[in-house]
């Protein structure tokens, strides 16, 4: 529809859009000398037409009340962009920025194109600006709140991301708060750790999780423990972080490239292996400026490494190789450390520099004193401190990287309890250091208090145990309503056999029990079906064949009296899945039975293992618990191929602990049950409660997660059941698997014959 403005000068049915606008802002002077400015700029770029189109835009722009300085800005940009853009792009620019103006207000409008021209190099073609205005006029008008919060962090956006995965990136925001206005504007300023986790995903973060594992043997290896790492999707950190016992990775390092990534991975958790096993005090900060806290971290990384290549010289290459500050007379604070670091790391390293020689002599003299002894460093920081302070070379706290790459950025090192009150350089660094170490605790470290309800499921890992990782597995996130990829981590745990006397008596007692289920199991009868069509006799129609009779008659020809359908069973042809929650809850008692709920639920898998033995039915069975998205842990009990006598000893030594990530377990269950070439293939679940973990706060995230794996099952053509042991976990099951695919069990006393009757239900159709 022609805007009213436009129609009040319709009389002068001849006069181009540019004369029309021209003759409305007679009344305003400096605009109107402005708009003929850019009106003569734009004629000299582009045909007539295409002109009358501009004028056209920002008529249509002025109606919308934007105002003089919208106006100017536009303009402005356009002085930048010709003559290198074209009239699509240029059209885009003025329709993305009318939008925005309508929907956001054209204060907001203004500064996203200023946001936008501050980006613009002379003679653009302007096609990318155009689409990051077009994707910012879409998110004004869904959630016109979310564009001024996004405009405060614009740079770091644009800056990690195209345009396709801006637009990607908003999507996830607008999923992931869809009516929370405050957590929306959080989520576009870059002020919540999920908007900076999925920037970096979004920009094709290299990621930690393929390497994990390996590092992890690694370093148990060489220095007999596991490192204990978080990815962390902070904007402010570009270096590894000690944080206590953890090591914190940025989820994204801008300058290393792919092909170097397993090398550097390997070099950071090891190089933050050397300060868990040598680092044994964190060094007092006192009235350290930051120029020496900066050195004594430089300093303490050359002797922990070195102490480290005492024992296994290899790691010199490794790290060796990482370091490439190359000599130089150059006297700044970045390249004084980088050669520094890397003359100490080599000793083959020449450079003139008179401070660096000093620097490695005397660090090298102390060295060869006493090694283990760290008091040394703070010391030699202090001299060599005090020399750049009499060279006048400034340094710069805030924007000091530490080189090279692999190498943290000293703050974990630091007891900053102790730091002087009047030390204000150093205390801005100790505000940084506890935010991201709030972010460590968020981000699910041992630090981290549980949520009152998961107090009694969650138990740190023990020492000692070590899983197998067998599988990354994604999961749905509900509310981005998208996949993360790799997002949980599968390890195999073998089961410890416990004394099977006790279990063996528990089933001669269940004789009934067991004749019940024995008689139940027999008389299923779930054969593979095979259609025999063409048939003389049968018990259906072939409608293919009846309608080619018909045919046949009406043609008035001989028809093919074989019209009928006749079905014969082959024999049984299905597998059973089963996984065994055994988290912590499952210790409870059952009401006057004397036994708990995961010995009742292994009494049950006991008896129907007994049963399906005699029948022929291919039968598995896994137990399954969680602590926390890296360590979802599995426990096999009986592989397709074993009698079920082999699950006796590791059913009678489970042990309920941890949590239950429910999903993960549903994934690796259905992959190890889709492989089986069978007619009919079924998954059931045996849990007590709705799933729940130590790093995750929303139990409907991991209920809608647990939805999403089922789903996807079924897509594979497995039938997918649950039994419930509980009201509450009735109703959760429901949630899940659909209400009739959940077999409630109210009395757990009753799951062993309950557990054989759902067998039956489902192989008897």
Not at 523 to 541: E, H, S, V
Not at 659 to 668: D, K, P, Q, V
Request: proline share 5%; aromatic share 6%.
């Amino acid at each position: 529809m022609v805007p009213a403005s436009l129609r009040l000068s319709a009389p002068d049915e001849g006069a181009h859009s540019g004369d029309v606008l021209a003759r409305r802002l007679a009344g305003r002077p400096e605009l109107a000398a402005r708009f003929a400015a850019a009106r003569l700029l734009v004629a000299r770029h582009v045909e007539v037409a295409d002109a009358d189109m501009w004028a056209g835009s920002v008529a249509a722009l002025y109606d919308a009340n934007a105002g003089p300085a919208l106006l100017e800005a536009l303009w402005s940009l356009e002085t930048r962009l010709l003559p290198g853009t074209s009239v699509p792009a240029l059209l885009a620019l003025w329709s993305a920025t009318r939008t925005l103006c309508r929907h956001a207000g054209a204060a907001v409008a203004r500064r996203a194109v200023e946001a936008v021209a501050a980006r613009v190099h002379y003679g653009e073609d302007g096609a990318h600006l155009a689409a990051v205005l077009r994707i910012l006029a879409g998110l004004a008008e869904r959630a016109a709140d979310a564009v001024a919060p996004l405009l405060d962090a614009f740079d770091d956006i644009v800056d990690a991301v195209d345009a396709s995965g801006l637009e990607a990136w908003i999507a996830d925001g607008l999923a992931l708060h869809p009516a929370d206005r405050r957590r929306r504007a959080a989520y576009f300023r870059l002020a919540d750790a999920a908007a900076r986790q999925r920037l970096a995903e979004r920009a094709g973060a290299i990621r930690y999780a393929p390497h994990e594992e390996r590092l992890r043997k690694v370093t148990r290896a060489l220095f007999g423990f596991e490192p204990e790492v978080r990815v962390i999707a902070d904007r402010g950190l570009r270096r590894t972080r000690l944080a206590g016992g953890l090591l914190l990775m940025p989820a994204r390092f801008t300058d290393l490239p792919a092909a170097e990534a397993p090398t550097t991975f390997e070099a950071a958790v090891l190089h933050a292996a050397c300060h868990r096993a040598f680092t044994t005090t964190r060094f007092a900060v006192g009235r350290m400026k930051p120029v020496q806290l900066a050195l004594v971290a430089l300093l303490e990384d050359a002797r922990v490494e070195r102490l480290a290549t005492r024992r296994y010289p290899g790691l010199a290459r490794l790290w060796g190789g990482l370091h490439h500050a190359p000599a130089s007379r150059i006297q700044t604070i970045p390249s004084l450390f980088a050669r520094l670091a890397r003359g100490l790391a080599d000793p083959a390293f020449a450079d003139g520099d008179g401070w660096i020689a000093k620097a490695r002599r005397l660090f090298d003299d102390a060295f060869a004193a006493d090694p283990a002894q760290q008091s040394f460093v703070p010391e030699i920081a202090r001299v060599i401190g005090h020399d750049l302070g009499q060279l006048r070379i400034p340094f710069d706290a805030k924007g000091y990287v530490v080189q090279p790459l692999y190498r943290d950025d000293g703050l974990g090192l630091f007891d900053w309890a102790e730091t002087d009150p009047e030390n204000a350089d150093a205390l801005e660094l100790m505000v940084e250091a506890a935010r991201i170490r709030e972010e460590e605790v968020d981000a699910g470290s041992s630090d981290a208090p549980a949520e009152p309800g998961e107090r009694a499921r969650a138990q740190p890992r023990a020492e000692d145990e070590e899983g197998t990782l067998i599988a990354l597995h994604p999961e749905w996130h509900h509310r981005l309503r998208a996949e993360q990829p790799d997002h949980v981590t599968v390890r195999l745990y073998p089961a410890a056999e416990g004394a099977t006397d006790p279990l063996r008596a528990r089933l001669a007692v269940a004789r009934g029990v067991r004749a019940r289920i024995d008689a139940l199991v027999r008389r299923a009868r779930l054969d593979r079906p095979t259609r025999l069509r063409r048939r003389m006799q049968g018990d259906d129609l072939d409608l293919e064949a009846a309608q080619e009779a018909m045919q046949a008659l009406r043609l008035r020809e001989m028809p093919d009296p074989r019209i009928h359908m006749a079905k014969h069973r082959q024999g049984r042809d299905v597998a059973l899945m089963l996984l065994l929650d055994i988290s912590q809850s499952t210790a409870d008692p059952v009401a006057g039975e004397g036994e708990t709920v995961l010995s009742t639920a292994a009494l049950s898998v006991a008896l129907l293992g007994e049963a399906l033995a005699g029948l022929g039915d291919p039968f598995a069975a896994d137990a399954f618990a969680s602590n926390g998205r890296a360590d979802v842990r599995i426990t096999p009990l009986k592989n397709f191929d074993e009698r079920w006598e082999a699950a006796l000893p590791r059913l009678a030594g489970l042990q309920p602990a941890y949590s239950t990530r429910l999903g993960a377990a549903l994934r690796h269950g259905a992959a190890r049950l889709a492989s089986r070439a069978h007619h009919r293939r079924v998954l059931v679940v045996v849990t007590d409660g709705e799933p729940s973990d130590i790093d995750v706060e929303e139990s409907e995230y991991l209920i809608e997660d647990a939805k999403h794996a089922v789903a996807r099952a079924r897509g594979q053509g497995l039938d997918v059941f649950c039994v419930a042991l509980g009201e509450a976990a009735d109703k959760a099951g429901a949630a899940m698997f659909g209400r009739r695919n959940t077999f409630g069990v109210t009395r757990v006393s009753e799951l062993p014959q309950r557990l054989a009757a759902l067998y039956y239900q489902l192989t008897v159709r």
